[in-house]
C-alpha cells in the first residue's frame, strides 16, 4: 500500500471496500475491479492480446487469470475449478499432454515455449498495477486531512466454497520463468513460491500429504538457514575479507569482536547476594518458631481476636514465601551495540538489522491527549534504526476521527523532526520532553549552526502543538448528525461500537519523504472494525488485530508495543533488543525482551509509590535469573513466531528436567522405558520442533494434517492453518517467514483488500487467536496470561535495564485515579486466578520452571491478601476499644522470637535494597501503598472478580487518564475525587485513631499499672497510621498547604488532653469532690 494514496475504509462480512482519495484525484475510482472479474488469487483476470477479457474456460466462464490457467495446465489438474471441465489450450500457450488438435488454435512458435507463455501473461496481468505503483513513489506531497478525501464504494467478492483460494508453499503463484527441465534443487535467490489450491479438492492432487510435498518444505528451510547462517558467520572462520587484502591487525580484531556475543550476564557480587541468602534462610527458621509459638499460646480471654490474628499471619507468612523465593538468583545484564553493529550493520553495506513492527495503541483522545500520543509516535519514527526495517502501527480502538487527524499532522510534522533529531542526535526524541529539559542543551553539541536550527524546529514543535489544540477544542462537541468530511461525506467511525475497519498509510519507503530527501519509516492507522453483537476483547483484541495487518502489510520478525503516553527516551533501544534477539544464543528461544517502566511527571517524595521501583528494580531482576521477567503490557519487544504459539527452539541443556521430574523419574540415563517413557518422548516433540511448527492439541488437529516420523517436521493441511490462523492466505504466508519480510510472491494489490479483512470483527470466529496464540483474552490484565503461556511453552524473556532508560510515560498522580489503576489490575489477576489458565493448576507438562511458577502464582493472588490485611489493620482499634489483646504475657524466651522476627525483617529489606541499589524512601512508599491499595482496590477486585465469574455481572475498562500537568507543578495530585475505593481506608484511619484516644483515656483512668500493656496496643495502631498516612494526605487535599501532619497530630493531641482535662478536673476543690462522691443518686 503506498503512502498518501489515501484512507482505505472496509468491511470484508458485509462486503464493502471504500477508499477515500485525495483532491487530485479528478473523479472517484474504484479501489479495484471486484465484479466478478477477479481471479482466485484476488487479481484481475487480464486481457487478451486483441483487448478482450481473458476467459479461462468456454464451459462456464469461471474467472481465472492467465498466470493461473497456464499453471493449472502445467502442473495441476488442467481442469476448471468451478465446473471441473477440462482446459482447453489457449493461444499462445505451450502445449501439455492430452491436448487435442485443434483448428485455429495451433501455436507453432510457443507450443512448446513454456516460459514465453508465462511471460506473457505476466506483463498483462501486472502491467497496471506495475504503471499504478511507479506512478506514486517518492512523492511528497502534504498529507491531507480526511476531510479532503472522496468516498468510493466498491465490494468484495464473498468467501463461497466455490471461490475461496488457499496460498501454500508449494508453487508459484501467477508468472515465474523458469526451465521445463528444472532439477529438483531449490536456489536460495529465488521468491519463495506460493500456489494456488482449491481445498475442495483432494490435497493429494497437488502433491499436498506425500512425501515429495514434504521433502520440499525441508529443502526450503535448510536454504534458508544457510542463507542466515551464512549472513551472520561471515567472519567466523577469521579470513575472507580480512586475509589476503593486506588487512592489518585493527582489521582481524573487527572480525573477532564480530564473533563475540552480543550481551552478557553481569552476576551480582557475592557479597551482596550471599549475606541476603543467609537472612532469608535465617528468617524462614525464625518464622516458623513465630508461628508455632502463636499457634500453641491463645489467649483464652480473646479468643476470637487470637484466632483471626493467627490466621492472618499465617497467610503473610505464605505471601511472603510466595514474593521472596522468585527473587533468589537475581542477574544483572549488558549489550554490546558495537558488535551488533559489526555484525548486522556494518557502514557501506546493506543493513542485516532485522524488521521491526511498533505497535501504539490508543481508545480515548479525550483521556489521552493526542499532543502526548504523537510525541510517542515523534519518537518511533525517529528512532536510531534503519528506516526500511522500522514500520509503527498506531491502533485507535475509539475511531476517533481527532485521533486520525492529530496523526495526520504528526506525519507532515515528522518531515521537519525526524531529520533534526538525526543530524544533531538529540536525546529523547520526543519534542514536547526534550524542550521541558531543564539541562545545558548546549553540551556535546558541536554544529554552529545547532542554535538556530533549535530555536527555529522549537518554534516549528510550537505551532505544531497549536494546530493539535485547535483539532482538540474542535472535537470537544460532537454534531448532532456525526463527523462529517468537507464534502459532506460522514465520517466512518461516526459510532465507535458499529464501525467498518479502516487504514491509512501516512508515510512509507515508497513515499513521504523527509526535508532532506530522506525516507521515513512506515506510518500507519488502524481502526479495526466494530459491529454489535461481537466480542471485542478489548485491548487484547486490538493487539491480535495489529499482529496480524503488519503482518499482511510489513511483517517484520519482531513486535514492540508501547501504550501512547511511553515515548522512547533511549533512540537506540530497538537495537538493545536486537542485542538479545539477534544473538545466536539467545534468539531462538527467547519470547520477547522486557524493559523496565520510567515515568516523568511523579511527584518528588512519589507519594503514591507510582515509580514502582521495588517491583521493576528488585522483583525483575530476581526472574530475569530465572526463566525472565513477566510481561508489564509495555516497553516490551516480541518475537513474532512466539505471539504464533509456535515452540522455542531449545538446546540438551534446555530439555533437562526439571526438579521435580528428577526427584519423581530419575535423570535421562536411567533407562529410556518405563517411567522415563512419557519425558523422553515430550523431548522427542520439543527438540523435533522448530520455530515454523505451531504447537496444537491433538484432539484438535483433523484428518487434514499428516502425522510422520517424531524427529521429522510436522506437516499441515490448509484446512488445519486456517483453523488456527483465520481465513487469509496472505496471513498464513506471512506466518512462514522467519526473518520477516513480505513473501516475494505477494501481489501488492491484493494487501488493501487482506488488510481489511484481517481486521474484520468476525476474522477471530473459530481460530485459535486469543486462545493459543497472540495476546490472550480472558483478563483485563492481558499482559501476564499472554506472557505466562509463553513461558509455559518454554520460551525465556530478557530483563533488559541500558543506562539510559529506553521508555519514558506518564503515570496518574492523584489518589482516585491511582486506585483505580491499581484496581484494574488486580481484577484482571481475580480473573486469571478464577481461570483455566490459573498458573496453580495450568501448566505443569510444559517447561515452566518452578520459581518462576511461584512468582505466577503470586502475581494472581495477592489481592487475596486484602482481606487478612484489613482485619488486620482494624485489630489493633478493637484491641485498644475493649481493653483486650491478641497476645498473652509473653516469657522472656517468647519475646526473643519477636524480636528476632522484627529484626529479620528489617535486614532483609536492608539487603534487598543493597545489591538492587534501590534507595530506602522508595522501599518505604512500595510499603505504605501496599497498605493503601490492600485496603482498598485489591478488596473491591476481590468482590468484582467473584460477581464477574460466578455471577457474570461485568465491570467497564476505565482508561487511566493522561492530563497535562497546566494549573503548576504536581496540581493534579491535590485534586480531590471521590470514589467509593476511599470508604475502607477511611474507615480504618478513623477506627485506629478513636482506638488510641479510647486507649489512652483508659490508662489514664486505670493507673500506671496499665501504660504497659497499653503500649503494645499502641505500637500496632501507629503501624496502621503510618502506612496510611500518604492516603490521608490525598484525602486532605492541598488545605491551603496545611501539613497533614499537623491536622492529625491535633486531633490526636487535642483528643488526649481533654480527656486529661476531664479526668483531673482543675477548677473543682477536693471537698466538693469527696462530697459528690458520698451522694447516691436517685436510687439511693
Known amino acids: 500500500m503506498e503512502a498518501n494514496a489515501g484512507m482505505v475504509a472496509g468491511s470484508y462480512r458485509r462486503n464493502e471496500l471504500v477508499r477515500i482519495r485525495h483532491d487530485s484525484d479528478s473523479a472517484p475510482k474504484p479501489l479495484k475491479n471486484l465484479n466478478g472479474q477477479t481471479c482466485l488469487c484476488g487479481d484481475n483476470v487480464g486481457v487478451t492480446e486483441n483487448g478482450d477479457i481473458f476467459v479461462a474456460c468456454n464451459e462456464c466462464a469461471f474467472p481465472v487469470c492467465r498466470p493461473c490457467y497456464e499453471y493449472e495446465r502445467k502442473d495441476g489438474t488442467q481442469s476448471c475449478p468451478q465446473c471441473k471441465t477440462r482446459y482447453r489450450r489457449h493461444k499462445g500457450s505451450p502445449r501439455v499432454d492430452g491436448d487435442e488438435d485443434e483448428d485455429g488454435v495451433d501455436d507453432l512458435e510457443n507450443e512448446f515455449n513454456y516460459a514465453q507463455g508465462i511471460s506473457k501473461g505476466r506483463s498483462q496481468w501486472q502491467g497496471e498495477d506495475i504503471e499504478l505503483s511507479s506512478s506514486s513513489r517518492h512523492e511528497s506531497q502534504p498529507i491531507p486531512l480526511l476531510t479532503n478525501g472522496q468516498p468510493v464504494s466498491g465490494e468484495i467478492p464473498c468467501a463461497t466454497p466455490g471461490n475461496q483460494s488457499v496460498r501454500t508453499t508449494s508453487g508459484p503463484l501467477g508468472p515465474a520463468e523458469r526451465n521445463v527441465n528444472s532439477s529438483p534443487y531449490t536456489d536460495p535467490r529465488q521468491p519463495v513460491p506460493v500456489r494456488i489450491v482449491d481445498p475442495s479438492k483432494d490435497l493429494n492432487s497437488y502433491g499436498l500429504g506425500n512425501v515429495d510435498w514434504k521433502g520440499r518444505i525441508d529443502r526450503w528451510k535448510l536454504n534458508q538457514e544457510n542463507i542466515v ?30 564473533r563475540q556475543p552480543l550481551s552478557r550476564v553481569v552476576p551480582i557480587s557475592s557479597s551482596h547476594l550471599t549475606p541476603y541468602r543467609v537472612v532469608i534462610i535465617l528468617r524462614l527458621i525464625i518464622l516458623g518458631f513465630f508461628l508455632q509459638y502463636r499457634v500453641t499460646h491463645p489467649v483464652k480471654d480473646a479468643y476470637g481476636l487470637w484466632l483471626t490474628s493467627v490466621i492472618c499471619e499465617i497467610w503473610f507468612a505464605l505471601s511472603w514465601l510466595l514474593d521472596q523465593f522468585p527473587k533468589w538468583m537475581p542477574i544483572n545484564r549488558e549489550t554490546y551495540l558495537d558488535r551488533l553493529a559489526l555484525r548486522y550493520d556494518r557502514d557501506g553495506e546493506p543493513s542485516q538489522l532485522a524488521p521491526i513492527d511498533i505497535f501504539v495503541s490508543t481508545v480515548d483522545p479525550m483521556k489521552e491527549p493526542p499532543i502526548v500520543t504523537a510525541n510517542t509516535v515523534l519518537s518511533i519514527l525517529a528512532v536510531d534504526y534503519p528506516v526500511d526495517k522500522v514500520s509503527c502501527y498506531v491502533s485507535d480502538d475509539g475511531s476517533a476521527m481527532l485521533t486520525f487527524e492529530a496523526l495526520s499532522e504528526t506525519a507532515e510534522f515528522a518531515r521537519k523532526w525526524v531529520p533534526f533529531c538525526k543530524k544533531h542526535n538529540i536525546e529523547p526524541r520526543a519534542p514536547e520532553f526534550y524542550f521541558a529539559q531543564k539541562i545545558d542543551y548546549l553540551k556535546d553539541k558541536i554544529q554552529p549552526s545547532f542554535v538556530k536550527e533549535r530555536r527555529a524546529m522549537k518554534r516549528e514543535y510550537e505551532e505544531f502543538k497549536v494546530r493539535i489544540n485547535a483539532l482538540v477544542a474542535k472535537a470537544q462537541k460532537m454534531p448532532e448528525e456525526g463527523w462529517t468530511m468537507q464534502d459532506g461525506t460522514p465520517w466512518p467511525g461516526n459510532n465507535p461500537r458499529d464501525h467498518p475497519g479502516m487504514i491509512q498509510v501516512f508515510l512509507g519507503h515508497s513515499g513521504g519523504l523527509d526535508t532532506d530527501g530522506n525516507e521515513l519509516p512506515r506510518l500507519v492507522y488502524v481502526s479495526r472494525e466494530k459491529r454489535p453483537g461481537f466480542q471485542h476483547h ?3 483484541g486490538a493487539m491480535n488485530a495489529l499482529i496480524r495487518v503488519s503482518a499482511v502489510l510489513t511483517n517484520g520478525a519482531y513486535l514492540l508495543n508501547v501504550d501512547c503516553d511511553h515515548y522512547f527516551n533511549n533512540s537506540k533501544a530497538l537495537k538493545e533488543a ?17 524493559f523496565p517502566q520510567r515515568f516523568d511527571g511523579i511527584d518528588l517524595h512519589d507519594r503514591y509509590a507510582n515509580r514502582n521501583i521495588v517491583f521493576f528494580d528488585i522483583n525483575l531482576k530476581g526472574l530475569d535469573g530465572i526463566q525472565g521477567p513477566v510481561y508489564v503490557g509495555t516497553g516490551c519487544c516480541f518475537n513474532r513466531q512466539a505471539l504464533y504459539g509456535y515452540d522455542p527452539v531449545l538446546t540438551e541443556e534446555d530439555l533437562e528436567p526439571n526438579i521435580i521430574v528428577k526427584s519423581c523419574c530419575g535423570s535421562r540415563k536411567k533407562g529410556r522405558g518405563g517411567n522415563n517413557k512419557k519425558y523422553i518422548d515430550k523431548k522427542r516433540a520439543m527438540k523435533r520442533t522448530e520455530s515454523t511448527i505451531p504447537i496444537f492439541n491433538m484432539e484438535d488437529i483433523e484428518e487434514g494434517v499428516e502425522g510422520y516420523d517424531d524427529e521429522r517436521s510436522l506437516l499441515m493441511s490448509q484446512k488445519s492453518l486456517e483453523k488456527r490462523f483465520g481465513q487469509s492466505p496472505v496471513f498464513i504466508a506471512a506466518t512462514f517467514q522467519e526473518q520477516g519480510g513480505i513473501p516475494p510472491t505477494t501481489n501488492p494489490a491484493t494487501l488493501l483488500k487482506e488488510a481489511i479483512h484481517v481486521i474484520s470483527c468476525g476474522y477471530e470466529d473459530k481460530t485459535e487467536w486469543g486462545k493459543e496464540i497472540g495476546w490472550i483474552y480472558g483478563s483485563v490484565t492481558e499482559d501476564i496470561l499472554t506472557g505466562f503461556k509463553m513461558h509455559a511453552r518454554g520460551w525465556i524473556s530478557i530483563y533488559c535495564m541500558p543506562t539510559r532508560p529506553a521508555f519514558k510515560g506518564s503515570a496518574p498522580i492523584n489518589l482516585s485515579d491511582r486506585l483505580n489503576q491499581v484496581l484494574r489490575w488486580a481484577l484482571g489477576s481475580i480473573e486469571i486466578l478464577l481461570s ?122 476505565t482508561v487511566t487518564s493522561k492530563a497535562s500537568d497546566e494549573d503548576g507543578d504536581f496540581a493534579e495530585l491535590y485534586v480531590f475525587k471521590w470514589t467509593s475505593l476511599l470508604i475502607p481506608p477511611t474507615t480504618v484511619i478513623f477506627l485506629n485513631m478513636v482506638g488510641i484516644v479510647a486507649g489512652v483515656s483508659y490508662a489514664i483512668n486505670s493507673g500506671y499499672q496499665s501504660w504497659g500493656p497499653l503500649f503494645g496496643k499502641l505500637f500496632f495502631a501507629i503501624w496502621v497510621i503510618a502506612h496510611l498516612y500518604p492516603f490521608l494526605k490525598g484525602l486532605l487535599g492541598r488545605q491551603n498547604r496545611t501539613p497533614t501532619i499537623v491536622i492529625v497530630w491535633s486531633i490526636l493531641l487535642a483528643s488526649i488532653f481533654s480527656l486529661l482535662w476531664v479526668r483531673i478536673d482543675p477548677f473543682t476543690s477536693d471537698s466538693t469532690k469527696t462530697a459528690a462522691n458520698g451522694q447516691c443518686g436517685i436510687n439511693c
Request: charged share 15%.
Open 229 to 258: 547462517m551464512h549472513s551472520t558467520n561471515r567472519y567466523s572462520e577469521g579470513k575472507g575479507d580480512t586475509e589476503g587484502t593486506g588487512s592489518n591487525g585493527d582489521e582481524l580484531q573487527m572480525a573477532d569482536d564480530a
Open 836 to 957: 483455566r489458565h490459573c498458573p496453580i493448576w495450568y501448566g505443569y507438562s510444559g517447561r515452566l520452571k518452578l520459581l518462576e511458577r511461584l512468582a505466577y502464582i503470586n502475581t494472581i493472588v495477592y489481592p487475596l491478601t486484602s482481606l487478612p490485611l484489613l482485619a488486620y489493620c482494624v485489630l489493633p482499634a478493637v484491641c485498644l476499644v475493649s481493653g483486650k489483646f491478641i497476645i498473652p504475657e509473653i516469657s522472656n524466651y517468647a519475646s526473643m522470637w519477636f524480636i528476632l522476627l522484627f529484626i529479620s525483617i528489617f535486614a532483609t529489606g536492608i539487603l534487598e535494597l543493597r545489591w538492587s541499589g534501590v534507595g530506602i524512601e522508595d522501599w518505604w512508599r512500595n510499603e505504605q501503598f501496599w497498605v493503601i491499595g490492600g485496603t482498598s482496590a485489591h478488596l473491591f477486585a476481590v468482590f468484582q472478580g467473584l460477581l464477574k465469574v460466578l455471577a457474570g455481572i461485568d465491570t467497564n475498562f
Open 578 to 594: 536486537m542485542c538479545f534477539m539477534m544473538d545466536p544464543a539467545y534468539g531462538k528461544k527467547t519470547c520477547y525482551i522486557q
Open 538 to 540: 478489548k485491548k487484547a
